[in-house]
């Protein structure tokens, strides 16, 4: 398959006659990226498949409205951090779980998945991720797993960089004092 530029696989996703092909490369390139970041959230393999799947069928239901204002990757970083927004919250409402209890419902589906590998050091650095609020939840998994630009998150959260370096800031004291409260 060829590999296209970011303009030219803008302009070929506009394009009707070679939209399927481009967003084939669209799928190819960001699929796996798309998925790590969901699934650091603290998913589970099936349901980062779901959201994953869902990002992508919203995406292609979408290219008519997409005019490359925005790097594909930011469109697709946005629509994958919605869906996973809407995920979560269909599942909290389907198992009756509080938003209090959303971080334990989610880390006690993590240790049931039989995808997960991590160890009790890796559990633990999990449980404190999910102890953070959704936005720099969001944003700490963003800068700190995927090394994103803040400019990149400011495009896909719609928040400023400013704000963005300081929920990351909080985020990190936050997991730091989690991880070190045994000790």
Same mark, same amino acid.
């Given at each position: 398959?060829?590999?296209?530029? +970011?303009?030219?696989?803008?302009?070929?996703?506009?394009?009707?006659?070679?939209?399927?092909?481009? %967003?084939?490369?669209?799928?190819?390139?960001?699929?796996?990226?798309?998925?790590?970041?969901?699934? &650091?959230?603290?998913?589970? @393999?099936?349901?980062?498949?779901?959201?994953?799947?869902?990002?992508?069928? #919203?995406?292609?239901?979408?290219?008519?409205?997409?005019?490359? +204002?925005? #790097?594909?990757?930011?469109?697709?970083? &946005?629509?994958?951090?919605?869906?996973?927004?809407?995920?979560?919250?269909?599942?909290?409402?389907?198992?009756?779980?509080?938003?209090?209890?959303?971080?334990?419902?989610?880390?006690?589906?993590?240790?049931?998945?039989?995808?997960?590998?991590?160890?009790?050091?890796?559990?633990? %650095?999990? +449980?404190?991720?999910?102890?953070?609020?959704?936005?720099?939840?969001?944003?700490?998994?963003?800068?700190?797993?995927?090394?994103?630009?803040?400019?990149?998150?400011?495009?896909?959260?719609?928040?400023?960089?400013?704000?963005? #370096?300081?929920?990351? @800031? @909080?985020?990190?004291? &936050?997991?730091?004092?989690?991880?070190?409260?045994?000790?």
């Amino acid at each position: 398959m060829q590999r296209y530029t +970011e303009d030219e696989l803008t302009a070929r996703l506009s394009n009707a006659d070679t939209r399927r092909q481009a %967003f084939t490369q669209v799928v190819s390139d960001y699929g796996e990226k798309i998925y790590w970041m969901i699934r &650091k959230m603290g998913m589970t @393999h099936d349901d980062t498949n779901d959201v994953v799947q869902n990002t992508f069928l #919203k995406a292609w239901s979408n290219l008519d409205s997409f005019r490359g +204002e925005a #790097k594909v990757s930011t469109w697709l970083y &946005k629509i994958a951090v919605n869906e996973n927004i809407t995920f979560m919250n269909k599942q909290r409402a389907a198992n009756f779980v509080s938003l209090d209890d959303i971080d334990s419902y989610l880390l006690d589906k993590l240790k049931s998945d039989d995808y997960y590998i991590g160890d009790d050091l890796q559990l633990k %650095f999990q +449980e404190a991720i999910n102890q953070l609020p959704e936005k720099q939840r969001l944003v700490f998994t963003m800068k700190y797993f995927d090394d994103m630009k803040y400019e990149d998150m400011s495009d896909v959260l719609g928040t400023s960089v400013g704000a963005l #370096k300081a929920s990351y @800031h @909080h985020a990190t004291k &936050k997991i730091e004092a989690f991880l070190t409260d045994d000790l």
